[in-house]
């Protein structure tokens, strides 16, 4: 059974940190791309960063560059996104997402989401 837990959401003022996790589980976790999508109220989701697979390649949303890093460790199957300087406008439901794609088959799996609130 697939499983993405995200943990490590929040409560936090403005201009602090928070580090969220993800664990996997149920699939071969090395062999997926891994990216972390939010969604705030009201709007669409939005994809804030990526990792491939073994971790060589990140990309960032314009939004969150310099702020904010996602990691992943193949040993634990997990992946993280450390975020800094937050802002209100990063308030959001932030979701854990493993992707892969190849010989005309995709697998897209989500966790349930963890909320990051940013307010004083």
């Known amino acids: 059974q697939v499983q993405l837990v995200e943990s490590g959401g929040g409560l936090v003022q403005p201009g602090g940190s928070l580090r969220l996790s993800c664990a996997a589980s149920?699939?071969?976790?090395?062999?997926?791309?891994m990216r972390w999508y939010r969604q705030a109220p009201g709007k669409e989701r939005e994809l804030v960063a990526v990792?491939?697979?073994?971790?060589?390649?990140?990309n960032y949303a314009d939004s969150v560059k310099g702020r904010f890093t996602i990691s992943r460790d193949n040993v634990k199957d997990t992946v993280s996104l450390q975020m800094n300087s937050l802002k209100p406008e990063d308030t959001a439901v932030y979701y854990c997402?493993?992707?892969?794609?190849?010989?005309?088959?995709?697998?897209?799996?989500w966790g349930q989401g963890t909320q990051v609130t940013v307010s004083s």
């Open positions: 997402n493993a992707y892969l794609e190849g010989l005309g088959v995709t697998f897209n799996y």
């Open positions: 149920g699939f071969t976790f090395s062999t997926y791309t």
């Open positions: 990792i491939t697979k073994i971790g060589g390649s990140t």
